[in-house]
DNA sequence: AGGATTTATCTTGACGTCGAGATACTTTAG
DNA sequence: CTAAAGTATCTCGACGTCAAGATAAATCCT
């Protein structure tokens, strides 16, 4: 069964019959498919009233661990933005009582940002409705084919993690 | 070997063992795979000159085959951006020299954007590119392999290709 | 200890996108 | 033939991000 890559590949072997378009046949379909599945994790949160960007910082807070704590350094290491999109983000956060900014104790130039109970019980709420979606959407393959693709595509994210020393 | 989603997954069963967050395996791969994609895309055209957005307009052009010409209309649909994030990048490609707008023949709404010889050359240089850099970052597993995650991830995205009429 | 360097966070301005609305033209229905 | 509905494109204001720079505090080195 076709589907709008196979067209688009398609259309470039037809025009540029010189070059060896494989590779997007992996590629493209990654990037396409990274594009939905935005789309349906916003949907996911709309639910609960998150927004993606929210979630992505509350969910690196509730993975730390009790007490939920990380400065906005570790938050954008995590969350790979720029700490001016941090600043702005946490504000946003705790302008809405999901989190709040304390000083480090051990570190007068710090802060720590930890979730709120409400912004825990927002997080733990969307994470649950994500993974159900997410598990609908891979339904379409087996278990086994979904821990191949899994396995493969650690080979390809590996030498990009190894980058960032 | 580990990568980063194997610590991301990990930090998630300790702190909420009650969820099954194996979709992740294979989804958060998705995602980090395509923003790696992204920055990686960015790379190759800058050597060209081009920023992605630019890249994506002159490539849906181009894969019209001649006379390389297509509607804002049809633009939009083929690059998934809003009407007025296309009237403002043909502004900008017009602005380089790389499209012009001609009005259509066919109906006094509307207008063409063709590829100019300039825009033309660009985008056959940076499409080579392109592929070279992709080929590289799939020598890390097989062409069989290649071929096999290339059918899975078709499974994956059909659904969406379905959605929309 | 004292000065230089590094680290952590915030501030600011430019940029690209979105989405709602405006405008102009075409098609359909009566 | 005209009015209403539909279609194609552009305009504009709000938003989130980035990147460079500013500020403040900690650490390193002699």
Known sequence: MEDEVDRLLEAWRRERPD??????????????LARHLDRAR????????????EFDVLAALRRAGSP????P??????TLVTSGTMTNRVDRLTARGLVERL???GDRRGVLVQLTDAGRDA?????ADLLTHERQLLAAISGRDQARIA???????????????
Do not use: C, I, N
Not at 42 to 53: C, D, I, K, N, P
Not at 73 to 78: D, H, S
Not at 123 to 127: T, Y
Not at 151 to 165: A, G, I, N, Q, Y
């Open 123 to 127: 997080v733990d709420a969307a994470m």
């Open 73 to 78: 350094g570790k938050l954008l290491k995590e």
């Open 42 to 53: 916003s949907q996911a949160f709309e639910t609960h009233g998150l927004e993606s960007w």
């Open 68 to 71: 939920y704590q990380l400065s």
């Open 19 to 32: 070059l060896d378009v494989t590779p997007m046949e992996v590629l493209s379909r990654v990037s396409r």
């Open 103 to 105: 000083p480090d104790p």
């Open 151 to 165: 396995h493969l595509l650690r080979e390809l994210v590996r030498p990009f993690d190894l980058e960032k020393h």
